[in-house]
């Protein structure tokens, strides 16, 4: 059996996958219908229509570069969450990611929030 943290960073696995191929709906597919995006590249994205349209736009301005690596997670019932490390080289840098999941009916995880955390945007 899985631990929580590499059952998580398996989600992630798939979320840079798509990325990676541009493929906004499938990064999108990971986030619960009412989940909430919180970053400092735009404006908060609420629910899974505007998540998908905002990772439209970031996958067409990035590159192959994208990682995130789960540093710490943590479970509790039916909720869990990631401390996860990214960066996407040149076009946007390095930060965290502290991200809540919500297990689902069929016992997967999908991310119900999610706050990014640049390290290269200036205070």
Not at 2 to 16: A, F, P, T
Not at 102 to 122: E, P
């Amino acid at each position: 059996m899985l631990s929580i943290r590499d059952e998580l960073q398996g989600l992630w696995d798939i979320y840079v996958a798509a990325y990676r191929a541009g493929d906004a709906a499938g990064c999108a597919s990971i986030f619960t219908d009412d989940a909430e995006v919180h970053s400092p590249y735009a404006p908060p994205a609420r629910g899974r229509a505007a998540i998908e349209a905002l990772h439209g736009i970031w996958t067409q301005q990035a590159g192959p570069d994208k990682t995130l690596s789960v540093i710490e997670a943590g479970i509790s019932g039916d909720l869990a969450w990631t401390l996860a490390a990214y960066s996407e080289g040149e076009a946007t840098g390095n930060g965290t990611s502290l991200s809540v999941f919500k297990r689902q009916a069929g016992g997967g995880w999908l991310i119900h929030m999610c706050s990014l955390n640049s390290s290269d945007v200036a205070e």
